[in-house]
């Protein structure tokens, strides 16, 4: 009787973890063993091509099991969305602190092997954002929206400034005016070009410049709040209806999050990732908590402006205010109690898949 030999199992690659600094021009990627040997590093440039031979180089070494890339939203979002492309497990590292860099030193294949260190070790666990949906879309007229807002506050600075500089009596004439009014008449005043040398002549030149500009930015503005607020309306209805929320608090946060909200592994994360919640700064017989000045500052002044508004308008707010003041807490203890309160609200509306995400 003839036996038929089974086929012997085939062998399944060695896992490797890898580890990636970010540049604008190139990136240099390190891969290591689960003991943390480090087999290889070498520069891809900051291309498409650059990133899939990144990515083949990865898996040449063995089975890729997690990547710590540095810098995802900034230089490293092109390299992270083709790696969660491919399947490949993400997270997002720091750079090394500075007591570390210290010791081991300074250079590209250094960072990409502590890169890859923290993805091996579990230290850093952040899921990068996803950066291919409606909350992309956003976040980038967002972007230009910040800006035409700066860049308006910063015109009327200066024209109030020429104002309260300038000669007399253009001085005299706008001095008292309103800023609507002010705004309105310096756009409209004629200075004459062949007195460009005199001073007054000059001054009504840069005014104009500045009051024109100024209406500019605030059509820019316009134009771009009418194609934001539909689109976060849609992204997620329930977190803008949020009592004190609006379209502009509901943007910033929806950005926080990203498009993969799920990455937000608990209340508490969200709440650390917005810079609300308290951090110990306990001592001896002194039991206390301090301020926290870390976490996405845009995400922290979103819900600050959250509990202005009800401490204003909502009835529970202010009755919780008023018994926390009778309790002998001040006024700031208590914004920083509420802002975390609302952290939780907040996190839940994000977090509940609103039908704009539903697949």
């Given at each position: 009787?003839?036996?038929i030999?089974?086929?012997l199992p085939?062998?399944q690659?060695?896992p490797?973890?890898g580890?990636?600094?970010?540049h604008?021009?190139?990136?240099t990627?390190a ?5 943390g040997?480090?087999l290889a590093?070498r ?10 031979q990144l990515a ?7 089975r890729?099991q997690?990547v710590?890339?540095?810098g995802?939203?900034v ?6 969305r083709?790696?969660?492309a ?5 997270v997002?590292?720091d750079?090394p602190?500075r007591k ?6 300074k ?10 260190r923290?993805?091996l070790?579990?230290?850093?666990t952040g899921?990068?954002k996803a950066?291919t949906?409606?909350?992309e879309?956003?976040?980038?007229l ?9 860049a308006r506050a910063e ?9 309260i ?8 004439r706008l001095?008292?005016?309103s800023t609507r009014?002010l705004l309105a008449?310096?756009?409209a005043?004629?200075?004459d070009p062949a007195?460009i040398?005199d ?12 009051a024109?500009r100024h ?6 503005i316009?134009d771009?709040?009418?194609l934001?607020t ?6 997620n209805?329930a977190?803008v209806a949020?009592n004190?929320v609006?379209?502009d608090?509901?943007g ?17 994360a969200?709440?650390a990732?917005c810079?609300?919640?308290p951090?110990p ?8 908590h301090?301020l926290?000045r870390?976490g996405?500052?845009q995400a922290n002044a979103?819900i600050?402006r959250?509990?202005l508004c009800?401490?204003?308008w909502d009835?529970?707010t202010?009755a ?7 309790e002998?807490?001040?006024k700031k203890?208590?914004i920083r109690?509420l802002?975390?309160?609302i952290?939780r609200e907040?996190?839940?509306?994000l977090?509940?898949s609103?039908p704009a995400?539903?697949?």
């Amino acid at each position: 009787m003839t036996t038929i030999a089974e086929p012997l199992p085939t062998a399944q690659p060695a896992p490797v973890f890898g580890g990636v600094d970010t540049h604008a021009d190139t990136h240099t990627a390190a891969v290591i063993d689960p003991a943390g040997r480090l087999l290889a590093h070498r520069e891809f440039a900051a291309t498409p091509a650059g990133y899939g031979q990144l990515a083949d180089w990865l898996a040449a070494h063995g089975r890729v099991q997690r990547v710590g890339v540095e810098g995802t939203g900034v230089y490293g979002a092109g390299l992270a969305r083709h790696l969660a492309a491919a399947g490949i497990e993400l997270v997002e590292v720091d750079r090394p602190d500075r007591k570390m860099r210290r010791f081991a030193g300074k250079s590209d294949p250094i960072d990409a092997e502590a890169a890859a260190r923290a993805a091996l070790s579990g230290r850093q666990t952040g899921t990068p954002k996803a950066r291919t949906g409606p909350v992309e879309a956003a976040r980038a007229l967002r972007v230009a929206r910040r800006s035409a807002i700066a860049a308006r506050a910063e015109a009327q600075t200066q024209l109030r400034a020429l104002v309260i500089t300038a000669p007399e009596p253009l001085r005299g004439r706008l001095r008292a005016l309103s800023t609507r009014r002010l705004l309105a008449t310096c756009a409209a005043l004629r200075p004459d070009p062949a007195a460009i040398a005199d001073p007054v002549q000059a001054t009504k030149t840069a005014l104009r410049s500045l009051a024109r500009r100024h209406a500019r930015l605030s059509e820019e503005i316009e134009d771009l709040d009418a194609l934001l607020t539909p689109l976060v309306r849609t992204i997620n209805p329930a977190l803008v209806a949020a009592n004190g929320v609006g379209t502009d608090v509901a943007g910033q946060l929806l950005v926080t999050a990203g498009d993969n909200p799920d990455r937000l592994r608990s209340e508490p994360a969200f709440a650390a990732l917005c810079g609300v919640s308290p951090i110990p700064a306990s001592s001896g017989r002194t039991h206390r908590h301090r301020l926290n000045r870390g976490g996405d500052r845009q995400a922290n002044a979103a819900i600050y402006r959250v509990v202005l508004c009800r401490m204003r308008w909502d009835a529970r707010t202010r009755a919780y205010v008023q018994r926390r003041t009778e309790e002998g807490l001040s006024k700031k203890d208590i914004i920083r109690c509420l802002k975390r309160l609302i952290a939780r609200e907040l996190y839940y509306l994000l977090t509940a898949s609103p039908p704009a995400r539903a697949s």
